[in-house]
C-alpha cells in the first residue's frame, strides 16, 4: 500500500489494518481554532491535548458506519440501507465520463480505478442532519480521474449521477418524490482538490453497499449529502448542475454546502452536533461544529471573497 504524501487533515495509515487494531488506536483529529490538524498517537503513547480542547475522535466502528445511514433509495429509516441494499447489484459497474472534456467514455469500474494509488483516509463525516463520525475510508484523489477525462477550459463544474434503478431500489413503492437519481455536483477547482476523495471501501475491506458500493464520493468538508453514492456517471458542464437536495428545498440546502457552525439550516441549529459514539447505536456525545469541518486550513482559501452565507 503506498501512502501518498501527509496532509494536515489526514490521519496518516501506516499500514491498513483490520478493524480491532484500527479502533484499539488512538487517533486525534486536533483542530485549532477551526483549522484541521492532525496527529497519529501511536499505541500507548501519552495524550497530548487536543489544541482547541475539541474531544477525543475516535474512530466510530464498523458496526455504527454501518448500520446508521443515508440512502434514501433504500428507504428514509437509518437503518433501511442495511436492510435492503444487498439488492443492490454492483458488478459489472460501467462509469460514464460525458459533457466538456476531452476524454468521453463508459468505463468499467475496474479501468476507471486502476491507473490510481489506492490510499487510507481518515475523514470526519458530517451529516446535514447534525450527526458526526469519523470513518477511515479507502479510495483515491477524485483529480486523478478528472485529469484523466481531460477536461475543457470550458469546463467549470463537475456533477454525478447515482444509479437509479427501481428494480433494485425500494424506494420507488414508498415516497416517491425526489426526482431519481440522485444528482450532485462541485465546482471543479472543489473536485480537483486533494481532499476529495472517490471511495471504494472502509476499514480496508470492500465498501458494503449501504454506504454507496461501489464507487462513492467523499468530501470531507462539506456536509455528508454532497457525498454521492453509487456513482454511475460524471459530467462536466460549463454551468452550475442541478442537485437533489439543492433543487428540493433550495432554502435549506445549498449548492456549496461547506460544514458552517454560524448558518442554520432553517430548522434546526449547526452549532453542534451528535457525534455517534460509544459502541451502542444511538448512544451519542454532542460536540462543537468546527468550520469546514476542521479543513478550512486546506480549503478556506477556494471560497476568498465568497459571501457565504449567500452562498451557503
Ligand atoms: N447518495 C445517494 N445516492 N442517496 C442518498 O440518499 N444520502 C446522502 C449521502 N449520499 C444519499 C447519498 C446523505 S444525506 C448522507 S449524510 C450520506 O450519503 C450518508 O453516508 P453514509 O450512509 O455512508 O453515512
Known sequence: MIIRSRKKSDIPSSEITPEPAYIDRRRFLGTSAGIGAAAFLAPGAAAAAPPSGRQDEKLNTWEEITTHNNFYEFGLDKKDPSRNAHALVTKPWTVKVDGLCNKPGDYRLEDFIHPSTIEDRVYRFRCVEAWSMVIPWRGFPLADVINRAEPDPGANYVSFETLWDPEQMPERRWRPVIGWPYREGLRLDEALHPLSLLVTGLYGKTLPNQNGAPLRLIVPWKYGFKSIKSVVRMTFTAEEPPTTWAT??????????????????????????KRIDGGKLFGYRRIDTVFMNGYADEVAHLYEGMDLKKYF
Open 248 to 273: 428540493q428545498s433550495p432554502r435549506e440546502y445549498g449548492f456549496y454546502s461547506n460544514v458552517n457552525p454560524d448558518v442554520r439550516h432553517p430548522r434546526w441549529s449547526q452549532a453542534t452536533e
